[in-house]
């Protein structure tokens, strides 16, 4: 299952809300997570099951979709959230990840 | 608290062996589903392998399948994964993950992941 991310970088300002888009080239259900991985770090859940939100994560997080559309929204973008973000599918092996969007400063 | 360490990685000629290791802590690794992820230098991540909290369902991305072997040591809570034959593209930062509890769930701890490079 090829998993495609959109847009592949983005610059938005303190405050904005941003939207990042994942589709999976076939339906997945909800089987779809998010990672936030800041540079030198290991990746870390944010949501999971599509529009669950793990433990730990800040509110201003949420994810939404089904099938083959996705996407995670943050309503408030803060200065820790400058990262890139992944989509990953755990519908069925082999497991795979979007490429990626790096959320940069306006 | 939950943690997984990596080691093992290191400087390797094309066609050489390398053994990773996850030490896991603060939960009981043969009660979860296990997978190593990897992410070469400045690209994404890319699934390696993947272990059943049983050990008997493993699963190997098409890019290592013959090479790698995934292992685990339950009396001493380790994750492992045997690498063969290593190319110059298995080079990145190689980490081990647990699952979520459940099914079609995420990975919600990871390593701090550990070098591979494969160069002559």
């Known amino acids: 299952i090829q998993m495609t991310q959109s847009p592949s970088s983005l610059a938005a300002s303190v405050g904005d809300r941003v939207t990042v888009t994942c589709r999976a080239s076939q339906h997945i259900n909800t089987y779809l997570n998010w990672y936030q991985q800041k540079p030198g770090k290991a990746p870390n859940l944010l949501i999971y099951?599509?529009?669950s939100l793990q433990s730990e994560s800040p509110s201003r997080f949420s994810g939404s979709g089904s099938g083959t559309d996705f996407n995670l929204t943050i309503s408030s973008l803060q200065p820790g959230d400058f990262a890139t973000y992944y989509c990953q599918q755990s519908h069925s092996s082999p497991l795979t990840f979007g490429g990626g969007t790096k959320v940069e400063i306006k | 608290q939950v943690q997984l360490v990596e080691s093992g990685g290191d400087l390797v000629k094309p066609g050489g062996s390398l053994r990773l290791s996850c030490v896991a802590s603060?939960?009981?690794?043969?009660?979860?589903?296990m997978t190593w992820i990897r992410q070469a230098p400045g690209k994404g991540l890319e699934w390696v392998s993947s272990?059943?909290?049983?050990?008997?369902?493993?699963y190997y991305a098409d890019s290592v399948k013959g090479r790698f072997t995934i292992s685990t040591d339950n009396a001493n809570n380790s994750l492992f994964l045997h690498m063969n034959s290593l190319r110059t593209e298995d080079t990145a930062v190689y980490y081990c993950a647990k699952r979520q509890y459940g099914d079609y769930v995420g990975f919600d701890y990871w390593g701090q992941g550990t070098l591979v490079t494969v160069s002559s």
């Open positions: 603060g939960f009981t690794l043969s009660d979860y589903y």
């Open positions: 099951a599509a529009s």
């Open positions: 272990i059943s909290s049983s050990g008997d369902i493993i």
